[in-house]
């Protein structure tokens, strides 16, 4: 084997390991982009239209579709009196 | 951000972030020199990827990585110059003194941590295009193509540079022994 042969296995090795010690391990990736999605995105969910729709159709055919008397028990109870110390 | 839509853009941001965080991270260790200010610049662009979806979803692999690429290049040339000097001098063998796998013979540690740290002060004084390309090549796992190709230059160009860097570097650990 020649001076020069060692001297690139040499540096070979030593590249390898520079490498090795500066790429990022599996936990530091991981931490780096649960970081990242833990911060709120900016603007809106680009589906906030159909989601905001979805719920308004859901609500109109629900209450249109009901008879008088299960809407009757769908509506919010009137708030109880407040009873005096009498 | 929540629903469906969330779910799909999180899906797309973890794959971009699986297919392009080693090579991103690469280039910017051989733009800065540095390890910590590498990682504080790749948590920013993915930052800007996970804030901007619209910039690249949709886009096929080869322009959602010239993005990503475009925003670090950016980001490197704000940020990075004003710190590199001074993370420079943090000794190199401190940091690599805590990796030492257990049981193993603390001389040859010691001697492997000190080539290594002399290394490392060769590459940082590498000229920056040749230290990029080795870190795409060395530490991105990139052969002389990719790397042409994200650096916009013939393959030829990257295999000179390549040999030229291990060349100097060569040079540097015979004079440092």
Same mark, same amino acid.
């Given at each position: 084997m020649s001076d020069q042969q060692l001297r690139d296995e040499d540096l070979d090795g030593l590249l390898g390991e520079w490498a090795a010690r500066s790429r990022l391990t599996a936990g530091e990736a991981e931490a780096l982009r649960l970081a990242v999605v833990r911060t709120r995105p900016a603007g809106l969910d680009p589906a906030w239209w159909a989601t905001l729709m979805g719920q308004v159709s859901a609500t109109v055919i629900q209450a249109t579709a009901l008879p008088d008397g299960a809407r009757a028990a769908l509506r919010p109870l009137r708030p109880l009196a407040v009873l005096g110390p009498g | 951000m929540s629903g469906p839509g969330a779910r799909d853009a999180e899906r797309d941001f973890d794959r971009l972030y699986e297919e392009q965080r080693r090579a991103v991270h690469a280039f910017l260790l051989g733009r800065t020199g540095d390890r910590e200010t590498a990682r504080d610049l790749l948590q920013e662009v993915f930052l800007r990827a996970w804030r901007h979806p619209d910039s690249w979803r949709g886009l096929p692999p080869d322009r959602q990585r010239a993005w990503v690429f475009a925003v670090a290049r950016n980001l490197v040339i704000d940020v990075h110059r004003g710190r590199v000097s001074a993370d420079a001098a943090r000794s190199a063998l401190e940091r690599a003194a805590a990796t030492a796998p257990p049981g193993e013979d603390p001389a040859a540690r010691a001697e492997l941590n000190e080539r290594v740290a002399? %290394? $490392?002060? *060769?590459?940082?004084?590498? !000229? $920056?295009?040749?230290?990029?390309?080795? @870190? %795409?090549?060395?530490?991105?796992?990139?052969? @002389? @193509?990719?790397? +042409?190709?994200?650096?916009?230059? !013939?393959?030829?160009?990257?295999?000179?540079?390549?040999?030229? *860097?291990?060349? $100097?570097? +060569? +040079? *540097?650990?015979? *004079?440092? @022994?």
């Open positions: - | 002399l %290394l $490392e002060r *060769a590459i940082r004084r590498l !000229p $920056e295009r040749l230290r990029v390309v080795l @870190s %795409l090549h060395v530490v991105g796992g990139l052969n @002389s @193509s990719e790397v +042409a190709e994200l650096l916009g230059e !013939p393959p030829g160009t990257v295999r000179y540079h390549l040999s030229q *860097a291990r060349r $100097e570097l +060569a +040079a *540097a650990l015979g *004079a440092g @022994s």
